[in-house]
């Protein structure tokens, strides 16, 4: 992450806190006291009075009365010599806000401290600081220093009196040199988190340690972040945890792509927010934080080692070569194909412009991704071997990305090159099984493993073909039919050239599938693949002179009638975001995502 970023995210959540934590019937109001306070214990000072009674790292200290008004927080140094002073203010240094938000007298207030306790009698200074996490203009802080001046230079006799002013630059600019720990975070997450960012520096991305302690951990916390009427600070301080965990991931070989993991539970956290509330600013939070954070932390990583991934056989990391490291070089590739399709559409969504250069750029930038993925698939096998029939999503990808720049051609060169790979698995020629209908890798490796089908398997169905075969209908008509032939014929009914039967296990159904109702109001959050409808598609007799156009009829015939059968509306959160959201609960993803810029609107029967 950019130094850059990390300060804009820091500051977008610093500026959203109240002045105080405190409960209210709304819920737990943040404030940035807490923050001051853990500044301070960074620098070793020692509290002598604070706004909150403190509390165990479960709770919420609780807010206080306050005796000096205009002293919010003062410490001691070590040496009990200077006694330090904060007044602090969630609002604007400006002329209007000066008077009418107490600037001015709580100034005055702090100016006076009564130093008659014990406990400051080796006072020999003090230092009053107005820290306020808003912005400022010229006008207020000419009042500020106007003020000061006046104040004088002393309290009492035996101790010297000298001003600061904190702004939100000021704290944040701190914040980023002493406090990038839990301690930043409000305190009741403290406990929870401290212990995700220790498993976060010791776990390796993808072990059993991770997706069965780290995971369910992190989705905890977000759920307890976000939970009630999450507001703009609960969703803003989503990334600064982010930007924490990366500190404690810097030992972790695996922390770059781990990272990216947890902030994409983050943001479907987030989107489920940003879904079912009105408010305008959470809206505007939850959008920032998928493209100035998600989606530009995508670039960055992406920028860096697109190259490594388009190297020759870059994802074969077994060195047994055995086609259990085959699979595992697989689950690698596509999960990269993922993320980077993700970026593809995700550009398409945000980028754009009427000029004619603000378009050059969009398709530079679209072209760019685009060149990322075709490198990975060039260079690396495991990228064009789908194991699993939910790895439609990531073909989706590919199609996407390539599709919304017009690469046709490499759309049907990678068509043409995944069907005479999947006819060597379909005929029993590789030692790989088929594709996995059910969706468990732990079956593929079984499979692989004993070189025996575990009676779980299966391999009979697929909403996998159905789709490749859909995607040809985005070429040209003398390609689509070659390859829906070519797919149909030989993939799914398991006949050769001549006609005659290349496999003993018999054809495949093709599934197409409808989502339930309520998709939009779940898939953010859980798994749907249990859901939803299923939709066969029956085996179909073929004209033999005109094999392609015949199956691309009744392909066609098929597609109008599922349409027509249950309308689906794409929704109006980014396509990106939805395929982000299949991709981690598992969730199969509705064919209307590429049947409407295929096909065009569903049209009613």
């Known amino acids: ?50 706004p909150f009674i403190r509390r165990g790292p479960e709770e919420i200290s609780k807010t206080k009365t306050e005796p000096e008004f205009g002293i919010d927080l003062s410490f001691l140094s070590p040496d009990r010599r200077t006694l330090t002073i904060f007044a602090l203010k969630d609002e604007e240094l400006r002329n209007s806000t000066w008077t009418a938000n107490d600037f001015d007298a709580d100034i005055r207030r702090a100016a006076v401290p009564d130093l008659t306790p014990p406990e400051f009698r080796e006072v020999q200074e003090v230092k009053v600081i107005l820290a306020y996490n808003k912005d400022e203009d010229q006008t207020g802080i000419q009042l500020f220093n106007n003020l000061t001046k006046g104040l004088g230079s002393r309290v009492g006799d035996h101790a010297s009196l000298s001003f600061e002013r904190w702004n939100l630059t000021t704290i944040t ?23 995700i960012c220790s498993q976060f520096a010791d776990f390796r991305h993808g072990s059993d340690e991770w997706n069965n302690q780290l995971i369910p951990n ?121 993320r980077i399709g993700i970026l593809g559409i995700g550009f398409g969504e945000i980028l754009g412009g009427e000029s004619d250069e603000e378009r050059q750029r969009t398709f530079l930038a679209l072209q760019a991704v685009a060149n990322w993925l075709v490198g990975l698939l060039n260079a690396n096998s495991a990228a064009n071997r789908p194991l699993l029939d939910l790895h439609h999503i990531e073909l989706f990808l590919i199609w996407r990305t390539l599709w919304q720049i017009g690469r046709y051609d490499d759309i049907y060169h990678w068509l043409k090159g995944l069907h005479q790979r999947l006819l060597v698995r379909r005929t029993g020629s590789a030692h790989l099984p088929f594709i996995e209908g059910y969706n468990s890798l732990e079956h593929v490796f079984e499979f692989v493993a004993t070189g025996k089908k ?100 009744e392909i066609g015939k098929f597609v109008h ?32 995502f590429w049947r409407y810029p295929i096909f065009g609107a569903a049209l009613s029967t």
């Open 454 to 553: 575990p009676p779980e398997y299966c391999d009979q169905s697929s909403l996998l073909l159905l789709s490749l075969i859909e995607f040809s209908f985005s070429l040209d008509p003398k390609r689509r039919d070659e390859l829906v032939e070519l797919f149909y014929s030989q993939i799914v009914v398991g006949q050769g050239a001549d006609g005659s039967e290349i496999t003993d296990s018999g054809p495949i159904d093709l599934m197409g599938w409808a989502p339930p109702e309520d998709w939009l109001d779940r898939v953010l959050s859980k798994s749907l693949a249990a859901e939803g409808e299923s939709q066969t598609l029956e085996p179909f007799a073929v004209e033999p002179e005109t094999e392609g156009a015949s199956i691309a009829t």
């Open 561 to 592: 009638q599922a349409r027509a059968a249950q309308k689906f509306e794409l929704p109006d959160i980014p396509a990106s975001v939805l395929v982000l959201a299949c991709l981690k609960l598992r969730s199969p993803l509705p064919p209307e």
């Open 1 to 50: 992450m950019t130094p850059d970023l990390t300060t804009s995210f820091l500051t977008y959540y610093i500026r959203s806190l109240a002045e105080r934590t405190r409960e209210e019937k709304s819920g737990t109001k943040y404030g940035f006291d807490w923050i001051i306070y853990n500044v301070a214990l960074a620098d070793d000072l020692t509290p002598y009075r604070l």
């Open 173 to 195: 600019e701190k914040v980023k040199t002493k406090l990038l720990t839990p301690s930043l975070l409000p305190q009741r997450f403290f406990s929870l988190f401290s212990y």
């Open 218 to 338: 992190w989705r905890r916390f977000l759920e307890d972040v976000l939970k009630g009427n999450a507001d703009e600070r609960r969703i803003r301080l989503l990334p600064v945890a982010l930007i924490i965990l990366r500190e404690y991931g810097r030992e972790n070989q695996s922390a770059e792509t781990g990272w990216i993991d947890l902030a994409e539970w983050a943001m479907l956290a987030v989107w489920d927010v940003w879904r079912c509330t009105q408010k305008a600013d959470v809206k505007q939070a939850v959008c920032e934080i998928w493209v100035s954070f998600y989606l530009a932390e995508l670039e960055r990583y992406y920028s860096a080692h697109a190259q490594e991934l388009a190297y020759e056989d870059s994802l074969e990391t077994g060195r047994s070569g055995s086609w259990l490291d085959a699979i595992a070089a697989s689950v690698v590739a596509f999960w990269h194909i993922g």
